[in-house]
């Protein structure tokens, strides 16, 4: 099987996994408008060992998401290894990634995410327990460390096992959602794994901000996005036009994502989450469709009228579109 990581060109733009949000539609909208490749919501390697259903149904994908890489949460190496294997079975993604990030207390406090870092010999089972069951290529999501353990000292600890790519997100756990983000040590990383594809996140919120990421660490591999890319799944375009014009990011108007345009990016992504989901999707839709309108003038009107739609009919009634 081809790694299809070592087949993007870069840098390579990823949205980062998101619970609740990196739905197939989403993840559509975003491999549209210049997401090199993405990441389902995490999934957890229990409920696929004891009652795989349910979870199968939230990293099921369209083909036209590829590359498309499924991310698995959980402790146990065993629940790992079936894990991965149905999701290869039967899902067949392109990529599978282990996370070994989320701080979130329903995960972190079950010995899962973040607080894997420390346990040395622990994530070292786990990642093996996955490349050992699959064919397809295994990336990892660290953060930039955790209490006494460093992002270096884990990849020191794991640089051995053939993981393709790792995605960094620069905060430590202490540092949560908003702490300062450290890039320098997602280079040091490379240093240490250069035959590894090395991406960073953490607070990469414009074009400009990827631009200057990406100029000031020159080893990185790419970038992986996540709040910066709600209800703009265009930034990764915005970000490699910022990128290849060498810094100069072209003013919004050039790739003219004005408001009516937006309000027509809002419609495609209104129905695509209606094909995937029907009426059921109709809470997502308010969430995504109001990060789209922020800032604009008349949001709060528009985003009143929005949140009480009923059918893609009445969204398309009131985006007048
Ligand atoms: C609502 C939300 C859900 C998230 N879910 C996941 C997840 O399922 N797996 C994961 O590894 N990280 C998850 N993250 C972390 C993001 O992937 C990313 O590392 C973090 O938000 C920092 O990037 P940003 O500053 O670009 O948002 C989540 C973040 C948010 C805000």
């Known amino acids: 099987m081809k790694d299809f ?8 733009l990823a949205l980062a996994p998101m619970a609740g949000i990196t739905d197939s539609a989403y993840r559509e909208m975003c491999r549209r408008y210049g997401a090199d490749v993405v990441y389902s919501e995490m999934a957890s390697v ?17 083909t036209s998401e590829r590359p498309y890489v499924v991310q698995l949460f959980g402790k146990d190496p065993r629940h790992f290894a079936k894990a991965t294997r149905i999701i290869t079975e039967k899902i067949k993604p392109d990529g599978l990634d282990i ?3 989320c701080p979130a207390k329903k995960v972190f406090g079950h010995g899962s995410g973040c607080a894997l870092m420390p346990q040395k010999e622990l994530a070292r089972e786990i990642i093996s327990a996955v490349c050992d069951n699959t064919d ?29 790519a790792v995605m960094v997100h620069g905060r430590t756990y202490e540092g949560g959602f908003s702490g300062s983000v450290n890039f320098e040590i997602v280079e040091e990383i490379k240093k240490i794994i250069p ?6 996140n953490g607070g990469i919120n414009s074009a ?40 100069a990011c072209l003013p919004l108007a050039d790739i ?16 695509l989450i209606y094909a995937g989901k029907g009426d059921t999707g109709k809470f997502e839709m308010r969430k995504h469709l109001a990060w ?14 929005l949140v009480t739609a009923e059918s893609l009919e009445e969204i398309e009634k009131i985006l007048c579109v």
Do not use: C
């Open 5 to 12: 990581w070592l087949q993007l060109n870069k840098p390579v």
């Open 46 to 62: 229990s409920a696929l060992f004891f009652k795989p259903e349910k979870t199968l149904e939230l990293v099921k994908f369209n």
């Open 99 to 101: 996370n070994f990030g």
């Open 136 to 164: 397809l290529p295994v990336s990892i999501k660290i953060r930039a460390g955790l209490k006494n353990i460093n992002a270096l000292e884990f990849i020191e600890n794991t640089k051995d096992l053939p993981y393709s």
């Open 195 to 200: 035959d590894k594809i090395i991406l960073a």
């Open 208 to 247: 400009e901000d990827g631009a200057q990421v990406l100029r000031d660490y020159p080893l990185l591999d790419g970038l992986g996005i996540a709040r910066g890319a709600w209800g703009r799944p265009w930034i990764f375009n915005e970000i490699k036009n910022a990128y290849l014009n060498d810094g």
């Open 256 to 271: 003219d994502y004005d408001f009516p345009r937006i309000k027509k990016i809002m419609l495609e992504h209104a129905k």
């Open 292 to 305: 789209y309108i922020k800032g604009f003038p008349g949001a709060s009107e528009l985003r009143r009228k």
